[in-house]
């Protein structure tokens, strides 16, 4: 099973300011037929579901505010954001969905206001 | 617009199963594979499985093999995700939701509780 491990547990951030999230896989999620790195980012709000952020290891979803990229590849990967603002405050998830059937979640990091 | 509606909260007592659906709207519903995840209480996303509505093809967890069940009724765009022999560590919010590739929509989550 591919284990998902994300740093820090937790951050708090000035609003305007930037916002860094790790995420790495205990093996590689690049799949090499595609070139395709088989990661995804999720936010989630208490009482929410999670909200798809990044796909493809730095596809935005649409809709998604474009101070949030991700970037990375292989095993070590990033989620930013660039310029934090008040309703960024949730936990945030990485996932990889290469390894098939257990598309596991890293354990979340959670960002607040400083 | 695309919708995943569950069903409501679930009771059960320890040995016994749950059925939880999820009702597809928006779009077609055998065009996207269906994920279910599971949080319990101030946990992180667990996932458990995922099944492709179109030929009714799963992937479980090694966790849950055994005792979880998905299916669909393509007619009425609907998922099932059946767990069975429920023990006080299954309690949790069960959300089902749409795609592999970065699941896009989910619905709003059904909690079950195991109790006796």
């Known amino acids: 099973d591919i284990v998902m491990t994300q740093s820090p547990d937790s951050l708090a951030v000035s609003l305007g300011e930037r916002a860094t999230i790790n995420c790495k896989s205990s093996?590689?999620?690049?799949?090499?037929?595609?070139?395709?790195?088989?990661l995804a980012w999720y936010q989630q709000k208490p009482g929410q579901p999670p909200k798809l952020l990044i796909y493809?290891?730095?596809t935005r979803e649409s809709g998604v505010p474009d101070r949030f990229s991700g970037s990375g590849s292989g095993t070590d990967f990033t989620l930013t954001i660039s310029s934090l603002q008040a309703e960024d405050v949730a936990v945030y998830y990485c996932?990889?969905?290469?390894?098939?059937?257990?598309?596991?979640f890293g354990p979340g990091t959670k960002v607040d206001i400083k | 617009q695309v919708q995943l509606v569950q069903s409501g909260a679930e009771v059960k007592k320890p040995g016994a199963s749950v059925k939880v659906s999820c009702k597809a709207s928006?779009?077609?519903?055998?065009?996207?594979?269906i994920n279910w995840v599971r949080q319990a209480t101030g946990q992180g996303l667990e996932w458990m499985g995922w099944?492709?509505?179109?030929?009714?093809?799963?992937g479980y967890a090694q966790k849950f093999q055994g005792r979880v069940t998905m299916t669909r009724n393509t007619s009425i765009s609907t998922a099932y995700m059946e767990l069975s022999s429920l023990r006080s560590e299954d309690t949790a919010v069960y959300y089902c939701?749409?795609?592999?590739?970065?699941?896009?929509?989910w619905g709003q989550g059904t909690l079950v509780t195991v109790s006796s």
């Open positions: 939701a749409r795609r592999v590739v970065g699941a896009d929509y």
């Open positions: 099944m492709n509505p179109n030929s009714g093809n799963t």
């Open positions: 493809w290891a730095s």
């Open positions: 093996q590689s999620v690049l799949y090499s037929s595609n070139n395709k790195n088989y």
């Open positions: 928006g779009y077609t519903f055998t065009s996207y594979d």
């Open positions: 996932q990889q969905y290469y390894s098939t059937p257990l598309f596991t």
